[in-house]
């Protein structure tokens, strides 16, 4: 593509918001998005195009550097600048999000405030609530087996099935799958149900550990709007059935926050059912409440259709990330399915957690009272803190779960992640939560963090925004480890 032809496709690119580079960034995105750029365009060259766009030709190469970032170009030598595929951005987004989860996960070399992961500390409260099964505990539970549970051992089973029904999803132990956490949940479910090449429903902005499964299972993501936002786009796709599964966080979405009306939840399990979309209702989030508790689990919502719902939940949020213990709730028909992809896996989890699990959920309740507590003290600190110290940043304060969504008013979310880690401040860029690999203008803020740790974290991201505003830049793409 000649650099006149590419600027007729930009159309007035320098409308809207941000500085140019950010501008100029977006046109070209939102060209590759809509289909004015086709894949495998080969784009002019960086002078060309700046004598064309009348700016330098530092400008056109600080926005190619970002748009190779964020895989929707890809530069090889003698080929030029080639507009990339959808799956292009998704590895792009899916490096991101693993380097900050990696690097975070490491633990001990970080000097800063890092606000990249949404989970608890492992703090006195926190270990106080864990339980060691017993000797005579563990010869009971073990008696009469091989040690080998796929389904997971029948003291935890029933546990999980309690609990749900207490949540207000009735379960019998024998709907009950266990698994490693709610993402291998997830897996176990993407694995069974399709085979590579397969479309995922899923939202444009979602949990960021789904794109990582869907590029390592070779699934493709079908992508509607935010379905808070625009439920009606997400009823349309489950009618016109453009994937078999669909994955959705109603409960305190992650990274919104925001919570599914009951009629909207309605509506979407009708319309699954009527398309012959199976739903993955992810509950991790579900009981985090702050305001008020959400409506009913999908699968609580239609209950004659609750065999188009299968749920996900997991006690990593609820008590702490070393309690690796989630499950799959489903009708028994569907259980050998997935109980054969687990088998593979893993052949079932040990049983020393499992029976830690099942008692842990017996009495679950009076902590997740303390939690929401400590959500709500931390999520009014940090809204006060951003009134404060951030004016020109929006936000919706959520209603729950453990997110709060940033919005920057058209910058892009890389660019201020990154001047925020030059502050020993480390947060996740919207793209790392962007199933399309876009750079959003959001950036994603945890309330897991305690009150004097998130005031100081908006004290020195109110200094990152400062060097965005007067061009004081890093370099774009830098590791948010």
Request: glycine share 8%.
């Amino acid at each position: 593509m000649e650099a006149y032809e590419l600027r007729s496709v930009l159309g007035d690119w320098q409308q809207g918001t941000g500085r140019p580079a950010d501008r100029l960034t977006r046109a070209v995105q939102d060209a590759v998005d809509d289909g004015r750029l086709a894949v495998g365009t080969r784009l002019p060259a960086e002078r060309p195009l700046a004598e064309a766009l009348q700016v330098s030709r530092g400008l056109v190469a600080r926005v190619y550097g970002r748009l190779r970032e964020q895989g929707v170009v890809h530069t090889r030598h003698g080929s030029g600048t080639v507009v990339g595929s959808a799956e292009d951005r998704t590895r792009s987004a899916n490096r991101l999000a693993a380097d900050g989860l990696s690097a975070a996960v490491a633990g001990g070399a970080l000097d800063g405030i890092d606000l990249r992961i949404a989970a608890w500390d492992a703090d006195e409260a926190v270990v106080a609530d864990l339980y060691v099964p017993s000797t005579e505990q563990l010869r009971a539970a073990a008696r009469d087996s091989s040690g080998y549970w796929p389904l997971g051992h029948p003291w935890l089973r029933r546990a999980i099935a309690e609990h749900a029904t207490r949540q207000g999803l009735p379960t019998d132990p024998e709907q009950v799958l266990v698994t490693a956490g709610a993402q291998q949940a997830v897996d176990v479910l993407l694995t069974a149900l399709l085979v590579p090449g397969d479309p995922v429903l899923v939202e444009e902005v979602s949990w960021p550990g789904l794109t990582e499964l869907l590029t390592l299972r070779h699934l493709r993501a079908s992508i509607v709007p935010e379905t808070a936002v625009d439920p009606v786009a997400l009823l349309r796709a489950l009618r016109e059935r453009r994937a078999d599964v669909a994955f959705l966080i109603p409960s305190h979405h992650n990274p919104t926050g925001t919570v599914l009306p009951a009629h909207v939840r309605r509506q979407v399990v009708e319309a699954a059912a009527e398309g012959g979309v199976l739903l993955i209702d992810d509950l991790t989030f579900h009981e985090l409440w702050i305001d008020e508790p959400p409506p009913a689990p999908l699968a609580a919502i239609v209950p004659e259709l609750a065999d188009s719902v299968v749920s996900v939940g997991s006690l990593s949020k609820l008590v702490w990330g070393g309690v690796r213990v989630g499950w799959i709730r489903a009708e028994p028909a569907l259980l050998p399915q997935l109980v054969r992809i687990k088998t593979a896996l893993d052949l079932g989890m040990s049983l020393s957690p499992q029976l830690a699990a099942a008692e842990i959920l017996g009495r679950i309740e009076p902590m997740l009272v303390r939690r929401r507590g400590w959500l709500r003290e931390r999520r009014d600190v940090l809204v006060e803190a951003l009134h404060t110290g951030l004016p020109d940043w929006r936000f919706t304060p959520p209603a729950g779960g453990m997110s709060m969504w940033v919005d920057l008013g058209g910058v892009s979310g890389d660019v201020v992640a990154a001047a925020a880690a030059a502050h020993r401040v480390l947060v996740p860029p919207a793209r790392a939560c962007s199933t399309s690999g876009r750079d959003l203008d959001r950036i994603r803020l945890t309330l897991s963090r305690p009150p004097d740790e998130l005031r100081e974290a908006v004290r020195r991201l109110a200094l990152a925004w400062d060097d965005v505003r007067g061009g004081r830049l890093p370099r774009v793409g830098m590791p948010i480890g």
